[in-house]
Structures are given as structure tokens and as C-alpha cells.
């Protein structure tokens, strides 16, 4: 009996696991689909400074619009296009759509563009990214590329070259969910990277939680010692921009400033008088 009930468990998961495939390959062929038509977008988040009070960047998110599904999520579809090697043309798509509106912004207004750990696997990345600034007029210096702690595990030593390379060329680098990942203070040793975004699950608690106050704390005591500019994500209550702005947090991003939102609102934002941050 309990073999027979084996069995049969056995044969259930393994149709399950065959209508997951079938769905996967589907979305899959769907993605590659999207790529050519129109059904990607990319929506831009406001990040502000602290003391300026003032909008000083946005930051690209892709989305997509898929015809029968809806909007799916990054997270639905970024980790099948870093397998699939999909994240390539992907990520190329998103950094020149947002080079290309970056340029009609305010010159003191930067765009930020996520790179995942699989474009680091390209040799030629940073001349691509170059090729991309040439190609759309934005200046290097405008452009900050946010990566995760996930670009240095893979290759450290062809991801640095890739990292210096950028940076040479007046390119920003920032270190994206800082800590989440396992061995982040190396990183900052071997890297010099221009921004650490701290990660939302911290910024989230700080309200309620000591620890997690006293985390955020320390990681602004070691930025600016190590001349970092800190960025604190996922930002939604007044409450927490107060408290990091009494631990001399430089920036902030998040629902409380805006949420990600289409190219055309964020030129009329930039058209107000004076953008500034609530609170
Ligand atoms: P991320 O780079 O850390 O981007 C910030 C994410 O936090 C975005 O989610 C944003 O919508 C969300 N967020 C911002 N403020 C708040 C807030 O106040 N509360 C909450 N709960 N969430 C907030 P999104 O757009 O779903 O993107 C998720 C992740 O997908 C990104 O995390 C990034 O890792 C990845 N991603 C998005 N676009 C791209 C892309 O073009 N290329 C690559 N490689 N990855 C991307
Ligand atoms: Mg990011
Ligand atoms: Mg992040
Ligand atoms: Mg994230």
C-alpha cells in the first residue's frame, strides 16, 4: 500500500513538474516575443536627496505588459531570462530606452539602470554600455549601473575588470540591496563602488525595531567613512524618512516619493516648479 501511495505521488508531482515546464517554455517564447513587439516598458522611480529635499535621480524598472497575463512582474520573469541568457538583449533594451529619456531630463537629474550578474558574463559589456551612452548623447556621468553582491561571485576577477573599465569611464556604480547577501563588507574592499542602496526589508522595521535601526545606523557610519554616498530603499512612511534623516541618510527612494511610473510622468514632475520630497 504505501508503495502503491508512493506511486502515485510519484506520478502526480511528475505531471506537475511537466505542466510547469510546458508553462515556463510557454513564457519563455513569450518573453522572446515580447522583446521584439512591444510589450516591454520601462518605468522610472523617483530618488531623492535628504538635505537638498530635491528629486536628484530616477531609477529604471522594467516591465511587461504581457496580452493575456497582465503586467508580470520583474520577479516573474527576470530570473527565466538571466537562465535563458534572455537577460542579454533584455538588459541592453531597458539601459537605451532609459539613456533615451535620461537626456531630455534636467542635466542634474541620473538615471539608474540595473545589470544582472549574467551580462557581467560577456566580455564586451562595458563597451557595450559605452557604445549605448555614444549612441544616445547621455553623458557618463549621468549613468549609475546597480549591481548586486551576485556580479562578484560569479567571475570576481572578469566582473571587476568589467567594474573598472565602467567606472573609468565616468560611469557610477552602485551596490544594490545591501545586506542581503553573505559576505558584503569584502566587497566594499574590493570595489570602490560610488552608492550603497541599503535593503527595504531593513528600512521597513526601523520603526519598530531597535536592531534594525541599529543596522541602518551602522551601515551610514561606514559609507560615509568610506566615502559612500547611501541610498535607503523602499521608503513609505514619514515616519522612517524622519528617522533616517536624523542618521544623516543621503538619499531615499520609495512609495513615500513615488512609485515607479511611466517616462511621461516623470518629465511632468520634472516640469513643476520645484520637485521636492514630501515631509
Ligand atoms: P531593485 O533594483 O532593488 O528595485 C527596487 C524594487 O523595489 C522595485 O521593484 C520597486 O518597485 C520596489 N519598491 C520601490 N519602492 C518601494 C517601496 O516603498 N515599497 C516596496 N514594497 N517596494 C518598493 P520591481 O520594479 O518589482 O523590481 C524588482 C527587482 O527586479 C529590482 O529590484 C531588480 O532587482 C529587478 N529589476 C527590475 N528591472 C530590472 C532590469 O531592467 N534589469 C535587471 N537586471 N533587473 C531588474
Ligand atoms: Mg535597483
Ligand atoms: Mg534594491
Ligand atoms: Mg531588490
Known sequence: ?????????YRFFEAE????LQE??????????????EQLTVHFQPLGDCTTQQIVGFEALVRWNHPERGLVAPSDFIPMAEETGLIVPLGEWVLREACREAVRWPSSIRVAVNLSPVQFRHADLAERVIG?????GLPPERLELEVTEGVLIDDSARALSTLKALKDAGIRISLDDFGTGYSSLSYLQSFPFDKIKIDRS?????????????????????ARSLRITVTAE??????????????????VQG???????????????LAEPAPELVG
Open 17 to 20: 513538474m511537466d505542466a510547469r
Open 234 to 251: 523602499g521608503v513609505e512612511t514619514e515616519e522612517q524618512l524622519r528617522l533616517l534623516r536624523s542618521e544623516s541618510c543621503n538619499q
Open 202 to 222: 531593513f528600512i521597513g522595521n526601523m520603526p519598530t525595531n531597535e536592531d534594525s535601526r541599529a543596522i541602518v545606523r551602522a551601515i551610514i557610519a561606514l
Open 1 to 9: 500500500r504505501a508503495k502503491a501511495d508512493g506511486r502515485g505521488t
Open 132 to 136: 549605448i551612452l555614444k549612441d544616445t
Open 24 to 37: 515556463r517554455r510557454r513564457l519563455e517564447r513569450d518573453l522572446q516575443q515580447a522583446l521584439l513587439g
Open 255 to 269: 512609495y513615500l516619493l513615488g512609485r515607479p511610473a511611466p517616462a511621461d510622468d516623470v518629465s511632468a514632475r
